[in-house]
């Protein structure tokens, strides 16, 4: 069964644009949230990641949004680019982490 | 790179069959994980190895068996092949046991298995 569920599936963003990724968890027990970023080809690797006493972290363009209350997270990624297009998985981790289905994402020119 | 070395890339093979899947984990890394990809699945976690003990275990089916040898690689074994076996299989190492509220893995480029 999928401990964490991500949405969407797919996204197709213009360059420029916001691109959203949602996650939610059941288990509270999870004390860190990663998200990971795979090229086709590759294997995925981190991208950016949060505790759960943090509401938000920004790393460049890339931001975690954090609700505890709620037990949804969320990868924001301003002014998308065509280089960004990839394959995100969010995690969460509780001794191993557990990974979401993955969002595919689009950014067209 | 990552420092993951995976082998093989890919394999194709039958339905009843077994194949072995290598990892070799980052000089130093004494923790290994092997994941599923399949598309409609996501990362699948499989199991994890410590140091050559057994550490967790997720959603392996019993046709599958892995073990870590003492100079850290790992082995991911799949026997009876069925269709549905077919995707990417995983292999991500860290130095030691994941402490709390942190915990990068570090993936390979994963090994490709098409069954036929």
Known sequence: QQQVKQSPQSLIVQKGGISIINCAYENTAFDYFPWYQQFPGKGPALLIAIRPDVSEKKEGRFTISFNKSAKQFSLHIMDSQPGDSATYFCAATLVTPRFGAGTRLTVKP | ???????????????????????????????????????????????????????????????????????????????????????????????????PYTGELFFGEGSRLTVL
Not at chain 2, 33 to 55: A, C, K, P, T, V
Not at chain 2, 59 to 79: K, M, T, V, W, Y
Not at chain 2, 81 to 97: K, M, N, R, V
């Open chain 2, 1 to 99: 790179d990552s420092g993951v070395t995976q082998t093989p890339k890919h394999l194709i093979t039958a339905t009843g069959q077994r194949v072995t899947l290598r990892c070799s984990p980052r000089s130093g890394d004494l923790s290994v994980y092997w994941y599923q990809q399949s598309l409609d699945q996501g990362l699948q976690f499989l199991i994890q190895y410590y140091n050559g003990e057994e550490r967790a275990k997720g959603n392996i089916l019993e046709r599958f068996s892995a073990q870590q040898f003492p100079d850290l690689h790992s082995e991911l074994n799949l026997s009876s092949l069925e269709l549905g076996d077919s995707a990417l299989y995983f292999c991500a190492s860290t130095p030691g046991l994941l402490l």
